[in-house]
Nanobody, 114 residues
Framework: VQLQASGGGLVQAGGSLKLSCAAS????????TGWYRQAPGSKRELVAT???????NYADSVKGRFTIARDSAASMVYLQMDSLKPEDTAVYYC?????????WGRGTLVTVSS
């Protein structure tokens, strides 16, 4: 199983970034996929998830600013991040949860400057 995240970088406050995650080795269409993040000195926290039926769930801190989407045919999950704030700075991790288990990808760093 591989979850390969990309798209992180440095952006100014108020800017946008789009993260992508390519999954392989799983029956992607049956999995709940999502994004978590971990800021320095903090615990990993949920950002957003999207189920196989495309229903979504967001952390309160990102509602209205972030949008999660998936392309099951391509085994991809995305996170569009708008109106970024310095407190969004973190390593962002792609995840996949299904009957076979819970998987993490390697993170991608997002840095938001003030």
């Amino acid at each position: 199983v591989q979850l390969q995240a990309s798209g992180g970088g440095l952006v100014q406050a108020g800017g946008s970034l789009k993260l992508s995650c390519a999954a392989s080795g799983i029956a992607f269409r049956f999995y709940t996929t999502g994004w978590y993040r971990q800021a320095p000195g903090s615990k990993r926290e949920l950002v957003a998830t999207i189920n196989s039926d495309s229903s979504t769930n967001y952390a309160d801190s990102v509602k209205g600013r972030f949008t999660i989407a998936r392309d099951s045919a391509a085994s991809m999950v995305y996170l569009q991040m708008d109106s970024l704030k310095p407190e969004d700075t973190a390593v962002y991790y792609c995840s996949a949860r299904g009957r076979e288990g819970f998987y993490w990808g390697r993170g991608t760093l997002v840095t938001v400057s003030s």
